[in-house]
């Protein structure tokens, strides 16, 4: 499996392939850290490509998440911003082990309405995802084009998020481990749309940052 990974990032490392696609468009070829880690990332992909289902790649030196298929991407999101624990801990596949809630609009008792189907805005902007193996992954979403109420809202709520964190690791019994988060500021929309795409149990692969 780790020669087949190897012959395929040389493959889309290559310029003379002309125009296929690139897996790292970013990638430096002449960086022995960005191709061991970009060999890592492939060698996952080959095995979850071999499925039927979906999963995330997380791209943390392109500030990207793709939606995958097959190998195949079927949708990008941009990363705003992004933070994380020892990066080493963010290896392997991790499995999400549930999907955030739905917020539904409340009905009047008795009112004669019926539900709408469930859309991307009925989705959380913001809302923390746990993985397996321990995985903690918190999304919050920007607030530089937010009114300036949602946004002392919004910065209330990020607020919360770090210090739960903070707390969590502050009276933990011992430590298991290196502390295995991750943090994706996205826009409202992005955060909304990549709940919406969320299954139970869907995989999760990180490329890693060499710049953090």
């Not at 963010?90 to 539900?115: C, F, S």
């Not at 189907?117 to 084009?145: K, W």
């Not at 707390?167 to 955060?191: E, K």
């Amino acid at each position: 499996m780790h020669f087949c990974a190897i012959l395929l990032l040389l493959a889309f490392a290559t310029p003379g392939w002309g125009k296929e696609p690139e897996a790292f468009p970013d990638l430096n070829p002449n960086n022995l850290h960005e191709l061991k880690e970009a060999t890592r990332v492939l060698e996952e992909e080959l095995k979850l490509a071999a499925r039927p289902q979906t999963y995330l790649l997380i791209d943390l030196r392109a500030s990207t998440i793709l939606i995958k298929g097959r190998g195949i991407d079927l949708h990008q999101i941009p990363i705003v911003t992004w933070s994380a624990g020892p990066q080493e801990a963010l290896k392997g596949v991790h499995r999400l082990i549930a999907r955030p809630p739905v917020m539904r609009r409340k009905i009047e008792p008795g009112a004669a309405v019926e539900q709408e189907p469930i859309s991307v805005a009925d989705m959380p902007t913001d809302y923390v995802l746990t993985f397996t193996p321990s995985l903690s992954l918190t999304v919050v979403p920007s607030v530089a084009n937010d009114g300036l109420l949602r946004s002392a809202v919004l910065l209330g709520k990020v607020g919360w998020h770090g210090m739960k964190g903070w707390v969590a690791q502050l009276f933990r019994d011992q430590p298991a481990g290196p502390s295995s988060y991750l943090r994706l500021t996205l826009t409202a929309d992005h955060a909304q749309s990549l709940a919406w795409s969320l299954v139970d149990g869907m995989a999760v692969v990180i490329r890693r940052s060499s710049d953090k």
